[in-house]
């Protein structure tokens, strides 16, 4: 059983940064891949980032290619997402997500969550 706990939301300007943290306790073994998700009020639960258990191949959606960087930390069996020039349209509530299948853009496939994290972008 793996467990993850995110950190790091909040309230920033437009323009703003914020770096999301996810820690895992629990075996995740280095086949697994790791992704961030993200869901606004009244919509569907959004796709975001996946990486390998290695760190290598990350992945992007559009929205947020070349804004948010995912990386990986195997000594702290973590996972972050580093978001730049955040816009008002970024706010919602951040998931991370495990796969034992490796990585994958959908959430279907992603067999542990954490209990997300609030960022909200004023403008």
């Known amino acids: 059983q793996v467990q993850l706990v995110e950190s790091g939301g909040g309230l920033v300007q437009a323009g703003g940064s914020l770096r999301l943290s996810c820690a895992a306790s629990?075996?995740?073994?280095?086949?697994?891949?790791w992704g961030w998700f993200r869901q606004s009020p009244g919509k569907e639960r959004e796709f975001l980032a996946t990486?390998?258990?290695?760190?290598?191949?990350?992945y992007y959606a559009d929205p947020v290619k070349g804004r948010f960087t995912i990386s990986r930390d195997n000594d702290k069996n973590s996972v972050y997402l580093q978001m730049n020039s955040l816009k008002p349209e970024d706010t919602a509530i951040y998931y991370c997500a495990v796969s034992s299948w490796g990585t994958s853009r959908s959430e279907g496939n992603y067999h542990y969550w954490g209990q997300g994290t609030q960022v909200t972008v004023s403008s």
């Open positions: 990486v390998r258990s290695s760190g290598d191949r990350p």
């Open positions: 629990g075996h995740t073994a280095s086949n697994f891949g």
